[in-house]
């Protein structure tokens, strides 16, 4: 469904991807692991078009469109929802009007009258656990719950999107609300069918959520299996990761 071909791309003279190569499978949940500073956030963009490749292609669908002007691009991205690692709420408008942004920017586009946008809010928000919030606004919201508001949003779409982008999605949770957008997460897999690509450096979450999980390591995919066989590397990074272990080069840095 998404290839990416022998990308590479860099900041300077930092080499932040290094001809990686990726499929992502329709209906899958695939999640990208690694260390803060390794690649995964600036992957995710080029599989959206944020960012373009210095070397390299990347296809949706068949298609090849990293060398699509911006216009071009724009119905591609009407496919894919992004849910940032900040949620990207604004704090000015109601949980309702956050949630329907989308839909209100494009509704000509997409024929909806306004009882239909309310409606699909309504739906959405139910998905996530969240019924009844709709004239909350964001400052009075937990952490999870404005991750569960951003999931909503990504969900609502017309058509529904085919693929989401989850950037770091329990940062900054306790294990309990983590736990709850982790399930919500597979229950988006298996209600909306979509697919998933989870970026994230928790080895817990990437378990529960991922059919399968790839461990990025100095601009390279330095493993790539299922949960459990990440879990049974022999790989000394990958076995570091799993443990949560400090690296070598990093307690050099405090010692």
């Known amino acids: 469904m998404i290839e990416l071909r022998r990308v590479s791309k860099s900041f300077g003279r ?25 690649g995964k956030s600036v ?28 216009r071009a691009w724009a119905p591609i991205r009407r496919q ?37 946008i309310l409606e699909i809010v309504e739906r959405c928000l139910a998905i996530v656990g969240l019924r009844g919030f709709e004239d909350k606004r964001p400052a009075e919201l937990s952490g999870g ?27 900054g949770l ?5 736990d709850v957008i982790n399930k919500l997460i597979r229950h988006l897999q298996r209600t909306v069918h979509v697919t998933g690509v ?18 990025l390591e100095k601009g390279a995919f330095v493993a790539d299996g299922t949960p459990e066989e990440l879990m049974r590397s022999t790989h000394e990074g990958v076995r570091r990761f799993v443990k949560g272990e400090a690296a070598p080069e990093d307690m050099r840095a405090i010692v």
């Open 14 to 38: 930092q080499r932040v991807l290094d001809d990686i190569d990726l499929k992502i499978e329709r209906g899958r949940n695939t999640v990208i692991i690694g260390r803060s500073g390794e």
């Open 43 to 70: 992957l995710l963009k080029h599989i959206v078009g944020l960012l373009r490749p210095d070397r390299g292609e990347v296809y949706f669908e068949g298609r090849r469109v990293d060398q699509l002007s911006e």
């Open 80 to 116: 894919i929802s992004f849910v940032f690692q900040l949620n990207a709420l604004f704090d000015s408008l109601s949980v309702g009007d956050n949630v329907a942004f989308s839909l209100m920017e494009n509704r000509r586009a997409h024929g909806l009258s306004r009882r239909q």
């Open 145 to 171: 719950e404005k991750k569960r508001v951003a999931l909503a949003r990504a969900i609502a779409l017309q058509p529904p999107p085919k693929v989401i982008l989850y950037d770091e999605p329990t940062a």
């Open 174 to 178: 306790d294990p309990q609300r983590s």
């Open 198 to 215: 989870i970026v994230t450096h928790d080895m817990r979450s990437a378990a529960e959520v991922g059919d399968r999980v790839l461990m």
